[in-house]
T-cell receptor, first 111, second 114 residues
Framework: GDSVTQMEGPVTLSEEAFLTINCTYT??????LFWYVQYPGEGLQLLLK???ADDKGSNKGFEATYRKETTSFHLEKGSVQVSDSAVYFC??????????WGAGTKLIIKP | EAGVAQSPRYKIIEKRQSVAFWCNPI?????LYWYQQILGQGPKLLIQ????????DSQLPKDRFSAERLKGVDSTLKIQPAKLEDSAVYLC????????????FGNGTRLTVT
């Protein structure tokens, strides 16, 4: 079945560092891909999405590119801030319109 | 547009008591989901509705959990009787129900069972 694998955390960075959170997927066909973010005590917020190969999703300085050849959707940001500290989830949408989730990566940004 | 509304925000009950959660999805969204998220874990789908019909409830513990979506809009999730292991955040999400449409989540209800 479909699955999503993302790098384990926590990931700890200093403010203004470059961020990469790896995400790879296994799926039949070409599903839509998403990154969600969860701040402490809050629900899940859509961060960005990509619906087809080579699409780049972007929002709030974060970017991710749908790579069909490597079945990846890595999340990147050029300069992180303390306010980016949160848990990040990679997900794909299966044929039943259900999200298949990665395990989540906790990001800690130190000032 | 208004987001997904959930209530209550927090609930503390004793084991064996019952509890109910309410969700109002984004207007026009046909698909509604209930998730359970245990601390430190990803969300687990409990039930998915398309309008007022159940699409998938394979992971819903039906001996104690029930959910309904009357008239295809609001939904309630009930637990009766609650167990300690039901302590979690219960998230409601909605979407238009198409392949490229993301799910929109509410802020969740944090349930503590003592």
């Amino acid at each position: 079945g479909d699955s999503v694998t993302q790098m384990e955390g926590p990931v700890t960075l200093s403010e203004e560092a470059f961020l990469t959170i790896n995400c790879t997927y296994t799926a039949t066909g070409y599903p839509s891909l998403f990154w969600y973010v969860q701040y402490p005590g809050e629900g899940l917020q859509l961060l960005l999405k990509a619906t087809k190969a080579d699409d780049k999703g972007s929002n709030k300085g974060f970017e991710a590119t749908y790579r069909k050849e490597t079945t990846s959707f890595h999340l990147e940001k050029g300069s992180v801030q303390v306010s980016d500290s949160a848990v990040y989830f990679c997900a794909l949408m299966d044929s039943n319109y259900q999200l298949i989730w990665g395990a989540g990566t906790k990001l800690i940004i130190k000032p | 547009e208004a987001g997904v509304a959930q209530s209550p925000r927090y609930k503390i009950i004793e084991k064996r008591q019952s509890v109910a959660f309410w969700c109002n999805p984004i207007s026009g969204h046909a698909t509604l989901y209930w998730y359970q998220q245990i601390l430190g874990q990803g969300p687990k789908l409990l039930i998915q509705f398309q309008n007022n019909g159940v699409v998938d409830d394979s992971q819903l513990p039906k001996d104690r959990f029930s959910a309904e979506r009357l008239k295809g809009v609001d939904s309630t999730l009930k637990i009766q009787p609650a167990k300690l292991e039901d302590s979690a955040v219960y998230l409601c999400a909605s979407s238009p129900g198409t392949a490229n449409s993301p799910l929109h989540f509410g802020n969740g209800t944090r349930l503590t069972v003592t």
